[in-house]
Each structure stands twice: as C-alpha cells, then as structure tokens.
T-cell receptor
Framework: DAKTTQPNSMESNEEEPVHLPCNHSTISGTDYIHWYRQLPSQGPEYVIHGLTSNVNNRMASLAIAEDRKSSTLILHRATLRDAAVYYCILWGRGSTLGRLYFGRGTQLTVWP | DTEVTQTPKHLVMGMTNKKSLKCEQH?????MYWYKQKAKKPPELMFVYSYEKLSINESVPSRFSPECPNSSLLNLHLHALQPEDSALYLCASSQDPGTRNNEQFFGPGTRLTVL
C-alpha cells in the first residue's frame, strides 16, 4: 500500500483554522485519499475523502494538490473537541476489500 | 441508526481463559472488520468479513478466532492469549467491502487486559 507522511504533532488555538498536511508522493491514479480521526478513548471516525477535486463536508475540507502527491485537511474553526489523532490514508487498487492501513497520524492539540 | 456497538467495554482475562468479544451493527453493512490497537499506536487490521464470509486474515495467530453468525453480528473468540495481546480491539463496518469510496464506521472498542 502506498505510504503517507504526516507531521507527528500540530497545535492550534481554539476558533482558528487548522491545516493538517499529508504527503503521498507514490499515490496511484486510482487511490482515494481518506482522512479519519481518533478522539481520546474512542474508535476512529471518518472525516472526509476525495480522489482529485477538493471536497467539503460539515466537518472539514480536503484540498488535494494538482499532482495529487499531497493533500491538506482543513478544519475551518478548531474547537476543543477537535483535539485528536488525524490519520491520512490511501485506499486504492492494492487495498481492496476494505483494507485501511493507518499510518502514525498527526496528534492535534487545541488550546483554549 | 449509525452506530457500531461493542461489548464488553473492558475485559480482564487470564492466559488460560476463553472469552468472546461481540460487535453489532444495524446499518445493513455487508463488510465487518476487527482491528487491534496497542497504546500510542495506530489501529492494525486483523480480519475482514465480506458478506458474512472471512475474506482477509492478516496472519493473525489462531488464538484469535473470528465468527460472523449473521450480517449484523461479529464475534472474536479468544483462547490462550498472551499478555502482549493486551490492547484495544476495535470493530468496524462499511456498506460495501469492494468499494474504495465508502467510509468505515468504528465502534468504541473493547479494552482487553491479559494477565
């Protein structure tokens, strides 16, 4: 499975935007980019996914570089509840039947 | 109902015990998964069930035995575990196992301690 690289940790103040980067230079044309997050003492939860175009939903926005070698998860106004580990995952041709391979993720700390 | 439930929340067992973890979803999803998560590490896939049949076993030791009695239920039977098997066991489900376009819904996990 294609590898993703994320910073180990990031910090933000409450109500400020947060941009979480992910590099995936070996991405193939059929790989979807998925983001999950895991709040303390909870199971992971789906955040957003995309293929080529930027995507928005009620939780976040996903900006995908034109060459698809990187992407950025954008939280428009961070809240304390957004403090979590954020995982960027590629799901593609080698990942059929639901194989989600989680990398180490980015620990996001939100300060009041 | 968009929830995956897992029971028990916590389990402590000895190395000679036999116990089972249970997972349930009522979203009509046809794929169900078991993951293992050690402290401060990402989740690792263990098993995938697709349409109630085991489709992926990620080389998991036989002391872990999955079972999918019906499309809503997933069990993980545990026998002769080792202390290093202590971890958070997560269950997940998704609508279609073969589609890269759908999300997985995770339960809260069972925190297992093996003494």
């Amino acid at each position: 499975d294609a590898k993703t690289t994320q910073p180990n940790s990031m910090e933000s103040n409450e109500e400020e935007p947060v941009h979480l980067p992910c590099n995936h230079s070996t991405i193939s044309g059929t790989d979807y980019i998925h983001w999950y997050r895991q709040l303390p003492s909870q199971g992971p939860e789906y955040v957003i996914h995309g293929l080529t175009s930027n995507v928005n939903n009620r939780m976040a926005s996903l900006a995908i570089a034109e060459d698809r070698k990187s992407s950025t998860l954008i939280l428009h106004r961070a809240t304390l509840r957004d403090a979590a580990v954020y995982y960027c995952i590629l799901w593609g041709r080698g990942s059929t039947l639901g194989r989600l391979y989680f990398g180490r993720g980015t620990q996001l700390t939100v300060w009041p | 109902d968009t929830e995956v439930t897992q029971t028990p929340k916590h389990l402590v067992m000895g190395m000679t015990n036999k116990k089972s973890l249970k997972c349930e979803q009522h979203m009509g999803h046809r794929a169900m998964y078991w993951y293992k998560q050690k402290a401060k590490k990402p989740p690792e896939l263990m098993f995938v069930y697709s349409y109630e049949k085991l489709s992926i076993n990620e080389s998991v030791p036989s002391r872990f035995s999955p079972e999918c009695p019906n499309s809503s239920l997933l069990n993980l039977h545990l026998h002769a575990l080792q202390p290093e098997d202590s971890a958070l066991y997560l269950c997940a489900s998704s609508q279609d196992p073969g589609t890269r376009n759908n999300e997985q819904f995770f339960g809260p996990g069972t925190r297992l301690t093996v003494l």
